[in-house]
């Protein structure tokens, strides 16, 4: 205060600026894939659980609104990660009507009386239902505070549209449930094509556990040979740099336009060994093109732009508007119709030209690859916790985060295997680490349904070896992983079809974890903490 006006320049270290087009194309691809994403999810419901899927359903629409109504009042901006995870949470909202479904077919098949069925189903489902929605909300949190942009918009609906999930699960599908079985007197929990769905499996999981130690071994090994050899496509949230969405008004070959970028680098002396990445979006036939480059241009670019210029004309001059140029000079020639400087660079006004850009400076590049490693790493460490308190049996816990990391390992090391092949791009970046947490999430929300129920029988038959309670616990669990897992990947099929170019490399993600987060449960968490437990009993 004593020393008077210090200058303090304001430095812009992040940016993105995103044109209409993309954000209507965005939005109308995100709403399209929630509707048949939804209508999927409704009708497999119906057919898999008759009555109760009706009012499962019933009770599913109720939570749209409701989540819809919390996001309007919480003022909540909606982001294309946003509508994602929506469209996820539609996918594990079924969880919860699942497990409590066929919690009370087993009551029914015990010989009870319905409503003391769809009670005891309720009230034994509980357990499982919030140890696995709240080891998610976990994650969510972790996603919240650690990420940025639009990573929070995907954590806020997913930990909102949990919140709504369960209060409608739990609430309003037992309503629902119990008024129609007062008025009618009877529900029917499956239908004749289901009522016996993975009803009598007898396979003992736990002795084919070396073949899927097997099966894990070879991939965790392909994956460290693949980022040691080929690494990730790093975005620029990691590297730092400036990425141009550029459409054009005919098809293009992104060669031709990558050499001529090449040729107009070459003229700076500092860019000439630059980064640069041009690399199509979509198949053959689409005319956008994403160019990435961490060239920066330096003051002394700028200030020799602007030289000759007037006053009003040197002030639009920055590093930005040199890339913008040599962008317009390199890809010029590629338009069937003549583009001046201003629509090429306007996300305004023309579709044709920069769509969207987005510009990451190094520091922060540094601070949000740092802050992703800690955000998995807290996101681990957090569940292990929780999981080590609910079961009072660290073995679990171990067994549990150790698969944690199995999937998101594997998830990594398949994205370093594929992303040169791949139609679409599959960026190793903010949405990336949103992907490995929502995998975490959701593989312990299955993992945790599996160890509740060997917590339930070791309970019921102390005197059995464990290894019968936990096969036994597996094979009582397979309907319920099967049908939530089969829901959530219709959701998620239904986002990467038709929910957007910007979408695909996310939820391809997703895709590839619920698979191995499924498989995991049953082959990787539940034989490591047997071993465990095994060993510790023979000591």
Known sequence: LNSGKVPAPATIISYEVVGPTLGAESISAGLLSFVLAFVL???????????????????????????????????????????????????????????????????????????????????????????????????????????????????????????????????????????????????????????????NVKFSFISKRKYSYIISGVLIIASVISLSTMGLNLGIDFTGGRQYVVKFDQSVNEDDVRKNLEGAFEAFDDAANTSLEVMRIGNLADNTIRIKTQFEPTEEMVAAAKAGLSEEEASAVNANYILENVLFNSTKEFFKDDITFEQFRSTQFDARGIESSQQVGGSISTEMAKNSFIAVLISLVA?????????????????????????????????????????????????????????????????????????????????????????????????????????????????????????????????????????????????????????????
């Open 41 to 199: 999810v409704l009708i497999y419901m119906a057919f898999f659980y008759k009555t109760a899927g009706v009012m499962a359903n019933i009770a599913l629409v109720f939570n749209v609104l409701l989540l819809m109504g919390v996001l309007v009042s919480t003022g909540a901006v909606l982001t294309l990660p946003g509508i994602a995870g929506i469209v996820l949470t539609m996918g594990m909202a079924v969880d919860a009507n699942v497990i409590i479904f066929e919690r009370v077919k087993e009551e029914l098949r015990g010989g009870k009386g319905l409503m003391l069925s769809i009670k005891d189903g309720f009230k034994n489902a509980y357990s499982a239902i919030i140890d696995g929605n709240l080891t998610t909300i976990i994650t969510g949190a972790v996603l919240f505070f650690f990420g940025t942009g639009p990573v929070k918009g995907f954590a806020t609906t997913l930990v909102l549209g949990i919140i709504t999930s369960l209060f409608c699960s739990i609430f309003v599908t037992r309503v629902l449930l119990e008024w129609w079985s007062e008025r009618r007197g009877t529900c029917e929990f499956s239908s004749k094509m289901t009522e016996n769905f993975l009803k």
């Open 383 to 539: 569940i292990g916790i929780y999981i080590a308190i609910r079961f009072r049996r660290w073995q679990w816990a171990l067994g549990a985060t150790a698969a944690l990391a199995h999937n998101a390992f594997i998830v990594i090391g398949i994205y370093s295997m594929l992303y040169a092949v791949m139609p679409f791009a599959m960026e190793a970046n903010q949405a990336f680490i949103a992907a490995i947490l929502t995998i975490i999430g959701y593989s312990i929300n299955d993992t945790v349904v599996i160890f509740d129920r060997i917590r339930e029988y070791i309970t019921l038959y102390p005197k059995r070896e464990m290894k019968q309670n936990i096969n036994q616990a597996i094979c009582s669990t397979l309907s319920r992983t099967m049908n939530t897992s089969l829901t959530t990947l219709v959701t998620l099929l239904a986002i990467f079809i038709l929910g957007g170019e910007n979408l695909r490399g996310f939820v391809f993600a997703l895709l590839v974890g619920i698979v191995i987060g499924t498989y995991s449960s049953v082959f990787i968490a539940t034989p490591i903490a047997y071993d465990i437990l095994s060993r510790r009993s023979k000591k």
